[in-house]
């Protein structure tokens, strides 16, 4: 199996710093907000330490694409049901005042494929935020999730998709080995939009499925769509922890 390898660190350098479009509540951008594809991990100067790579895309022959959901699945019986179901190997993005009260069903996911990762303990944008701020959300949210799950996330989504090299930093003191944004998104009628590229799904595409809405299709049955969606297209859904 042929693993996302990193590239240039060039690349990843320039995604670290392009800045990115605020966002309100979990919404997705529809413009690209950088090229954040897997690339090697920046240096940081300040202490001469490896920064987490930023990816919205694995590089990989695999065909394979990666589902993740911030703070939703908690919300939708049925979601949670067609992941057993399909033993679908999603990411699920979590914050703690948005999930918290949910956490003994999402533990329960986990068997069935379900990889539970850091998206903050309050969702604050972090873009910003002096260090010590950043912080206190990342490793919060690092010592909830090992608390509750027993396990280390070392995924991290920033709120809104938001990050400065702060963020970076912080994510690095607090475990973290790459920051996972998205090349495709799937909106609230369930068509799929991209940040950039070709509009169509390829090998190594991470997707970023929005949460329920009152104007949105059922969360369950938008991801079902995108299902037969990635299986027309030859490909399938793999596990994004085991290639980051």
């Not at 949910?102 to 303990?121: D, I, M, V």
Request: aromatic fraction near 4%.
């Amino acid at each position: 199996m042929s693993r996302g390898r990193f590239g240039p660190a060039g690349a990843a350098l320039a995604a670290l710093l392009l800045p990115l479009l605020p966002l309100t509540g979990c919404a997705r951008p529809t413009a690209p907000v950088g090229r954040a594809a897997a690339g090697e991990p920046a240096q940081d100067a300040d202490r001469g330490r490896t920064l987490p790579p930023v990816v919205d895309h694995v590089r990989t022959t695999d065909p394979v694409v990666f589902l993740t959901y911030d703070d939703s699945a908690e919300r939708a019986p049925a979601l949670t049901a067609l992941i057993r179901a399909r033993r679908l190997p999603v990411t699920l993005f979590l914050t703690d005042d948005v999930a918290g009260p949910a956490y003994a069903e999402l533990a329960r996911l986990r068997p069935f494929g379900a990889s539970l990762q850091n998206h903050t303990l309050e969702h604050r944008s972090l873009r910003g935020l002096p260090r010590a701020g950043q912080r206190a959300e990342i490793c919060g949210q690092q010592t909830k999730l090992r608390s509750r799950f027993g396990v280390r996330a070392h995924l991290f989504r920033p709120p809104h998709g938001t990050y400065d090299t702060t963020t970076l930093r912080a994510a690095a003191d607090c475990g973290i080995t790459a920051v996972v944004l998205w090349r495709a998104t799937l909106d609230a009628r369930g068509d799929l939009a991209y940040t950039r590229g070709e509009h169509r799904l390829h090998p190594g595409d991470i997707v970023a499925v929005d949460p329920d809405d009152p104007t949105a299709a059922n969360l369950a049955a938008r991801t079902e769509r995108l299902l037969r969606t990635i299986e027309e297209q030859g490909l399938r859904v793999g596990d994004l922890e085991s290639y980051l």
